[in-house]
């Protein structure tokens, strides 16, 4: 048998065994199909897939940066290598491979569409809309790159453009649910209820997808509940609720375990050194939905500070150092293997990591709301760290969770039950911070960005070292791409409304209200 036959019987092999999950024996084939074809990306990229669902992440690393090195050409491999290289947040070598590709005219339109998708994650907004450019001027009616360009216009806030994006992809294809959902985020239907009438028919097509239903469901409930329609957006919404946590995987089980042992884990003082270290990290954690967009964006209206978005960075260099690719920000394993960690080394590891981002920044935001969980860690790997904590109503930060539809984050979000207890799980671990902390972390009330602006900002830049400037008061000062869910409310500026979201559907959240930590 020839190396080719070899290494085709190999990975039917390969793939017997990780249908099996026995890792090891899957790991052994493509091994020797490494052997047998040496310089093949794809092979690489298919170690590093399996070394971390073996769970070990600096191998799983080793792999995708080999892929890297041996530049593949294949359209098919390039969308692997680009996906896999930001999931390890290389995010340099991703831009190198990228820029390798040459003149953007030569490139097929999904492999653009791939690169736009991998670089908005990195929250380069700009960079994304250049390969969505020129994907449009290849087919300028191509549905998934409208969409896609749709997103990321919303993220810049060119909000006239992405409605225009989306009309436009309706008439060529009126049946894509996530189509509904985009326009339903952006919220600007008309107000005669023909966008909720073409979801309820999508609705009732038989052999609806779970994803599918569950965007339909989401984007439909926020319709409904502009037209003021409460009792038939609560069914829409726990439909979609039902259709998303049946894709997701969560245990609540796990979760108490991991937030359990983050408590009983012995955290070192971390004492600050002297004098004024630069860059110094100011990490913007709490809830989802309870305001971390909005103090970002005061935030980055001081010229002397760089925000770079909701990343992964820190959970990166955590993976690295306990070699483990955890799901999520953190689990359990992480956590027990973090008792032996060099936190110094995870600390220079993350700053070496965003050095391409911050320049020549003295300070920067890192604005992913789950860091909470990592405080114990962040305060021992970057002394000087700041840590702002955004404190919000209960219901309203777990009923603005309830009804936003996650990719893949916030699995806990689409159950009343979990719901409530995760907040409870947060609640508890953040007051366990602040003792074994003492000043370390500063509460910032939402209601406070909102009602007394200037006051509250006052005390967060005196906390973090910066001088307070007049534009910190305005979110509109700050002229960044947000690509969170708040990319379309906060650019409306700061608002109060009449009554909160939530109050219409009071007695509907009654189980979740009676099982949250109130005070």
């Known amino acids: 048998m020839n190396a080719a036959a070899n290494a085709t019987d190999l990975r039917r092999r390969a793939e017997a065994f990780a249908e099996a999950r026995d890792w090891a024996q899957a790991i052994a084939c493509f091994e020797e199909i490494r052997r047998l074809t040496p310089g093949d990306a794809d092979v690489a990229l298919q170690l590093s897939y399996l070394h971390s669902l073996a769970g070990r992440y600096r191998r799983a690393r080793e792999h995708a940066l080999e892929a890297y090195r041996l530049k593949p050409s294949r359209p098919a491999v390039l969308k692997e290598l680009v996906a896999r290289l930001r999931t390890f947040n290389e995010a340099e070598a991703l831009l190198a491979c990228v820029r390798g590709l040459g003149a953007l005219s030569r ?23 250049r390969f969505l450019d020129e994907a449009r001027r290849g087919d300028p009616d191509y549905p998934p790159t409208l969409m896609s360009r749709a997103q990321v216009l919303i993220y810049l806030g060119r909000f006239d453009e992405a409605e225009s994006e989306l009309q436009r992809c309706r ?9 509904y ?12 209820g023909s966008l909720a009438q073409a979801m309820v028919r999508l609705l ?13 469901g989401f984007a439909l409930h926020l319709e409904l509940d502009r037209a003021g329609r409460h009792a038939e957006a609560w069914q829409a919404l726990m439909f979609g609720c039902r259709a998303k946590r049946a894709q997701v995987d969560y245990a609540p089980a796990e979760m108490r375990a991991t937030v359990e042992a983050l408590r009983r884990l012995p955290i070192g003082r971390g004492a600050e050194r002297g004098g004024d270290v630069r860059p110094r990290p ?17 935030l980055d209206a001081n010229p002397q500070v760089r925000s770079i978005g909701e990343l992964y960075d820190f959970t990166s260099a955590m993976r690295f150092e306990t070699d483990h690719h955890c799901r999520g ?10 008792r032996e960690a060099d936190f110094a080394a995870v600390g220079q590891r993350y700053l070496d990591g965003l050095a391409w981002r911050i320049g020549d920044a003295a300070y920067f935001t890192d604005k992913l709301p789950s860091n909470f969980l990592n405080i114990g860690f962040i305060s021992q790997a ?27 984050a916030n699995a806990f979000s689409y159950d009343l039950g979990e719901l409530a207890d995760y907040f409870g799980l947060y609640r508890g671990l953040m007051a366990h911070w602040h003792a074994a902390l ?25 906390f973090c070292g910066l001088e307070f400037l007049p534009a910190m008061t305005d979110p509109q000062s700050s002229g960044r791409a947000v690509a969170t869910a708040s990319a379309v409310q906060v650019r409306q500026g700061i608002r109060r409304p009449s009554q909160p979201k939530w109050k219409p559907y009071e007695a509907e959240l009654a189980p979740l209200i009676q099982r949250l930590p109130l005070v």
């Open 181 to 192: 959902w985009l326009l339903a985020t952006l919220g600007r239907a008309p107000r005669d």
């Open 438 to 462: 003492p000043g370390r972390i500063l509460d910032v009330p939402y209601a406070g960005l909102v009602d007394d602006t200037e006051s509250t900002m006052r005390r967060v830049a005196a």
């Open 107 to 129: 490139i097929e339109i999904p492999l653009l569409l791939a690169i736009a998708a991998q670089l908005s994650y990195l929250n380069l907004q700009e960079d994304a809309l």
């Open 204 to 216: 009732q097509r038989p052999g609806l997808a779970a994803e599918d239903a569950a965007m339909l």
């Open 382 to 408: 970057l002394p000087n760290a700041r840590i702002l904590h955004l404190v919000r109503d209960p219901v309203e930060t777990c009923f603005s969770n309830l009804r936003e539809l996650f990719s893949d």
């Open 329 to 338: 920000v953190v689990d359990l394993t992480v956590v027990e293997r973090a």
């Open 282 to 298: 100011i990490f913007i954690v709490g809830m989802h939905r309870s305001g971390t967009t909005l103090l970002e964006q005061l």
């Open 171 to 179: 008439t060529r294809a009126p049946q894509l649910p996530k189509l």
